[in-house]
């Protein structure tokens, strides 16, 4: 079975400093990989998918990720983050070998914004 | 579009009693999802839909029950509300893709449940 590790739970960073967030994976195949982010309150909304070609993608609010089959991971990235950008974030990877409509998720890492 | 909508968006049950959480999508997805999030845990698959008729169990379907009538209609059921249902429930929706890749999916906003 598939499975997401976000190794950190919670991460802090100074408004402007560069950003990193872990994602390694377990997949028996090619996977489909996505980071989601979920401010307080709200719904996970998709910031960015890799499913193949190009293994660095670009998101949305200047957000990126590198596929790295042979570490399994799919780190985000950011080089200056903003204050907005305090939330949680969700590594997910899919679909599921038995197929249909599951979305394996990481636990997430919280990330706070120091002004 | 609306996209993924969600009723209601917080809800105060009693141990033992039953509701319907509601969940609508207007993008004529064919996939539909019903995930649980607790603190620590990330986002648990309940219950989902391939299509109108069609449903399958998740990771944590005990004490849930779905249909899917319609295309656009996939509610949840809680027959007998448990302390352990108290939880944040997201209802998701992806288009299928018949070439056997695999298309993103769209979360509601979520309906924050207590069950004392």
């Known amino acids: 079975a598939q499975s997401v590790t976000q190794p950190d739970i919670h991460i802090t960073v100074s408004e402007g400093a560069s950003l990193e967030l872990r994602c390694n994976y377990s997949y028996g195949a090619t996977p489909y990989l996505f980071w989601y982010v979920q401010s307080p309150g709200q719904g996970l909304q998709l910031l960015l998918k890799y499913f193949s070609g190009d293994t660095l993608v670009q998101g949305i609010k200047g957000f990126e990720a590198e596929f790295k089959r042979s570490q399994s991971s799919f780190n985000l990235r950011k080089p200056s983050v903003h204050w907005s950008d305090a939330a949680e974030y969700f590594c997910a990877v899919g679909p599921s070998t038995g197929g249909g409509n599951k979305l394996t998720f990481g636990t997430g890492t919280q990330l706070k914004v120091e002004l | 579009n609306a996209g993924v909508t969600q009723t209601p968006k917080f809800q105060v049950l009693k141990t033992g009693q039953s509701m319907t959480l509601q969940c609508a999508q207007d993008?004529?997805?064919?996939?539909m999802s019903w995930y649980r999030q607790d603190p620590g845990m990330g986002l648990r698959l309940i219950h989902y839909?391939?299509?109108?008729?069609?449903?399958d169990q998740g990771e944590v379907p005990n004490g849930y029950n779905v249909s899917r009538s319609t295309t656009e209609d996939f509610p949840l059921r809680l027959l007998s509300a448990a302390p352990s249902q108290t939880s944040v429930y997201f209802c998701?929706?992806?288009?299928?893709?018949?070439?056997?890749?695999?298309?993103?999916?769209?979360f509601g906003p979520g309906t924050r449940l207590t069950v004392l």
């Open positions: 993008m004529n997805h064919e996939y």
């Open positions: 839909s391939v299509g109108a008729g069609i449903t």
């Open positions: 998701a929706s992806r288009r299928g893709a018949g070439d056997g890749s695999y298309n993103e999916q769209f």
